[in-house]
């Protein structure tokens, strides 16, 4: 791709998938009047998106209201890596479910990774998709995890996919000795976020979903049967609502963005690497380590290396994203030392107390939130999850419900402090 093309898109943030994606991006319209639908969703980002793909293929009219633009939020700035599972991982699922309701759920988790490759290839999405994932560990007594990961996914789980990569292979996949081993996953793979949620965006609408930007969802109100929502010159009145918005909720609904709190999460987008990409993960898969505080990592298609990690709470960013990431990604890599670095960005994650998602339904407003930070694949089961609760089966929905996510102890004021503490905390666990 020529050099000059790449230019940052400012109605984004200012990151390599805005700069590789303006081709694509189509302005849409605010609402300015009062129309009525079925279904109203908040939020075009792959939650409201799939949400809203399964209710119109069901025949249900929909409109999604975005404050920003589609795929603003974490769908489209985030480390395009399509893992299986959620953040807080199967045990506390199935403590708190058990064994049947876990294993239906890994089970939409095993769907929704053939549904992303199903959705891309019928939309004909050109978002740079690539099959596995590597998930590594630089602790010697953190490789067990792995394997028993491997373990529990075949045994219990019936996935039986999983490879253990020891020390000695690991050359093959990732340029770096920083790793003890690895275990490598084929169903997972990585895509180009932003490309991806703008395809999502223009089937839905070929479909007859109505999409508006700069639509902030201000207030609603529940009323019998119906719903309204509110934004700054229009109104929806719908049958049902639907909160996809992650942690820009707001006031929009209190008792939900309670339930999460903002963590901050970074990436960085070194110059294309020509030669030097292929050595760096000659396997071309994503790659994630099993630290508390992780990176994770990919090739992009131009062949640069797209950076993520790094963590800070309640919004705060760093002032030079690209500066601060720097060490941590010389230290994965110590031979791009001194490599340029071409774009740098940020997002937020919208985590719960114990990491499990948070879905539900108060009458006719339904919600999928606290991905914590793992969601390319989960917000696919929650868009499942959510549009077969609206068209009448509500199996899934009741599941998750059973999953406790209490409010954050003393709020978004107390939350940043025990948050911090916690960062401390497992920090100095990843050390030793
Ligand atoms: C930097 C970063 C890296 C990440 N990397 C990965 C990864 O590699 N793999 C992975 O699995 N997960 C990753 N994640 C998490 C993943 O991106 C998210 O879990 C997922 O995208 C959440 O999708 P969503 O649709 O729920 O939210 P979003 O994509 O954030 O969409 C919510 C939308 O709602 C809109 N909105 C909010 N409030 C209102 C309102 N009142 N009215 C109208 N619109 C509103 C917002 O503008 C936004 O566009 C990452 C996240 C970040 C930030």
Same mark, same amino acid.
């Given at each position: 791709? /020529?050099?000059?093309?790449?230019?940052?898109?400012?109605?984004? /943030?200012?990151?390599?998938?805005?700069?590789?994606?303006?081709?694509?991006?189509?302005?849409?319209?605010?609402?300015?009047?009062?129309?009525?639908?079925?279904?109203?969703?908040?939020?075009?980002?792959?939650?409201?998106?799939?949400?809203?793909?399964?209710?119109?293929?069901? #025949?249900?009219?929909?409109? $999604?209201?975005?404050?920003?633009?589609?795929?603003?939020?974490?769908?489209?700035?985030?480390?395009?890596?399509?893992?299986?599972?959620?953040?807080?991982?199967?045990? /506390?699922?199935?403590?708190?479910?058990?064994?049947?309701?876990?294993?239906?759920?890994?089970?939409?988790?095993?769907?929704?990774?053939?549904?992303?490759?199903?959705?891309?290839?019928?939309?004909?999405?050109?978002?740079?998709?690539?099959?596995?994932?590597? @998930?590594?560990?630089?602790?010697?007594?953190?490789?067990?995890?792995?394997?028993? @990961?491997?373990?529990? +996914?075949?045994?219990?789980?019936?996935?039986?996919?999983?490879?253990?990569?020891?020390?000695?292979?690991?050359?093959? @996949?990732?340029?770096?000795?920083?790793?003890? +081993?690895?275990?490598?996953?084929?169903?997972?793979?990585?895509?180009?976020?932003?490309?991806?949620?703008? #395809?999502?965006?223009?089937?839905?609408?070929?479909?007859?979903?109505?999409?508006?930007?700069?639509? +902030?969802?201000?207030?609603?109100?529940?009323?019998?049967?119906?719903?309204?929502?509110?934004?700054?010159?229009?109104?929806?009145?719908?049958?049902?609502?639907?909160?996809? +918005?992650?942690?820009?909720?707001?006031?929009?609904?209190?008792?939900?963005?309670?339930?999460?709190?903002?963590?901050?999460?970074?990436?960085?987008?070194?110059?294309?690497?020509?030669?030097?990409?292929?050595?760096?993960?000659?396997?071309?898969?994503?790659?994630?380590?099993?630290?508390?505080?992780?990176?994770?990592?990919?090739?992009?298609?131009? &062949?640069?290396?797209?950076?993520?990690?790094?963590?800070?709470?309640?919004?705060?960013? /760093?002032?030079?994203?690209?500066?601060?990431?720097?060490?941590?990604?010389?230290?994965?890599?110590?031979?791009?030392?001194?490599?340029? $670095?071409?774009?740098? @960005? &940020?997002?937020?994650?919208?985590?719960?107390?114990?990491?499990?998602?948070?879905?539900?339904?108060? #009458?006719?407003?339904?919600?999928?939130?606290?991905?914590?930070?793992?969601?390319?694949?989960?917000?696919?089961?929650?868009?499942?999850?959510?549009?077969?609760?609206?068209?009448?089966?509500?199996?899934?929905?009741?599941?998750?419900?059973?999953?406790?996510?209490?409010?954050?102890?003393?709020?978004?004021?107390?939350?940043?402090?025990?948050?911090?503490?916690?960062?401390?905390?497992?920090?100095?666990?990843?050390?030793?």
């Amino acid at each position: 791709m /020529p050099r000059e093309s790449l230019e940052v898109n400012h109605n984004y /943030p200012p990151s390599y998938y805005a700069a590789t994606a303006a081709d694509r991006m189509v302005l849409r319209h605010e609402l300015t009047d009062a129309v009525k639908t079925d279904v109203c969703i908040v939020g075009a980002g792959f939650t409201g998106l799939y949400t809203a793909l399964r209710l119109v293929e069901a #025949g249900k009219h929909v409109v $999604i209201l975005e404050s920003e633009r589609v795929g603003w939020g974490a769908s489209g700035r985030n480390g395009g890596q399509a893992i299986l599972g959620f953040s807080c991982d199967m045990p /506390p699922i199935e403590a708190q479910l058990g064994y049947e309701s876990a294993r239906d759920i890994w089970n939409l988790m095993r769907d929704s990774a053939t549904e992303i490759r199903q959705r891309i290839a019928q939309y004909n999405i050109d978002c740079d998709w690539r099959n596995g994932h590597l @998930w590594t560990s630089i602790l010697p007594r953190r490789e067990s995890i792995l394997r028993e @990961w491997q373990q529990e +996914a075949a045994g219990k789980w019936n996935y039986e996919t999983l490879r253990f990569i020891p020390k000695n292979e690991l050359p093959d @996949w990732v340029g770096t000795d920083r790793y003890c +081993a690895g275990l490598y996953d084929p169903t997972a793979g990585h895509l180009h976020p932003l490309k991806y949620v703008l #395809g999502l965006a223009a089937a839905a609408e070929r479909a007859g979903v109505l999409i508006y930007e700069q639509s +902030a969802a201000l207030r609603y109100q529940q009323h019998g049967n119906r719903v309204t929502i509110e934004t700054g010159k229009g109104k929806v009145t719908a049958d049902a609502l639907v909160m996809a +918005a992650n942690v820009y909720l707001g006031d929009l609904d209190k008792n939900l963005s309670r339930r999460i709190i903002p963590v901050g999460t970074f990436m960085v987008a070194t110059e294309p690497l020509e030669e030097i990409a292929q050595s760096l993960i000659p396997s071309g898969v994503c790659v994630t380590d099993n630290q508390f505080i992780l990176d994770y990592f990919r090739l992009s298609a131009d &062949g640069r290396l797209l950076f993520g990690g790094g963590c800070t709470y309640l919004g705060g960013t /760093p002032r030079d994203i690209q500066k601060a990431m720097r060490p941590s990604l010389e230290r994965v890599f110590p031979q791009l030392k001194g490599i340029g $670095i071409e774009f740098g @960005w &940020g997002g937020m994650i919208d985590c719960t107390v114990r990491r499990t998602p948070d879905f539900g339904r108060h #009458g006719n407003v339904l919600w999928a939130q606290g991905f914590s930070g793992h969601g390319v694949l989960p917000t696919c089961v929650a868009g499942r999850v959510l549009a077969e609760a609206l068209l009448g089966d509500d199996t899934h929905l009741n599941r998750f419900m059973k999953l406790a996510n209490p409010p954050f102890p003393g709020g978004k004021l107390f939350a940043a402090p025990i948050e911090a503490a916690g960062k401390l905390w497992y920090r100095m666990r990843d050390l030793f």
